[in-house]
């Protein structure tokens, strides 16, 4: 199983970037975006149910982000608008088979990670 993650670059501040993570080998029910910055714990940004009925966010994204998924693409994708400096970290997706959703310890398989730059 290899999860490979893309779309990362640098933004000025009210950007927008769209991430995407392919997942080969099968198809998992729970699909997640990770991120860390420089120093911080890596922190929940948004999941996804297989179905893409369930979405969840972290309080700091809602409004800006929305994840979706493409299974016939095992595909699942981050749109991230009006970005601001503090989204800048390593973004990293994620995939599981049960929640919760929010931690990073309920996810068997991460992707190498992609770098997300805002400027000011």
């Known amino acids: 199983v290899q999860l490979q993650a893309s779309g990362g670059g640098l933004v000025q501040a009210g950007g927008s970037l769209r991430l995407s993570c392919l997942a080969s080998g099968r198809t998992f029910s729970i699909m997640g975006w990770f991120r860390q910055a420089p120093g911080k714990e890596r922190e929940f940004v948004a999941a996804i149910s297989w179905s893409g009925g369930s979405r969840y966010y972290a309080d700091s994204v809602k409004g800006r982000f929305t994840i979706s998924r493409n299974n016939a693409k095992n595909t699942v994708y981050l749109q991230m608008n009006s970005l601001k400096p503090e989204d800048t970290a390593v973004y990293y997706c994620?995939?599981?088979?049960?929640?919760?959703?929010?931690?990073?310890?309920?996810?068997?398989?991460w992707g190498q990670g992609t770098q997300v730059t805002v400027s000011s």
């Open positions: 994620a995939a599981g088979q049960r929640g919760p959703v929010t931690s990073p310890l309920q996810y068997d398989y």
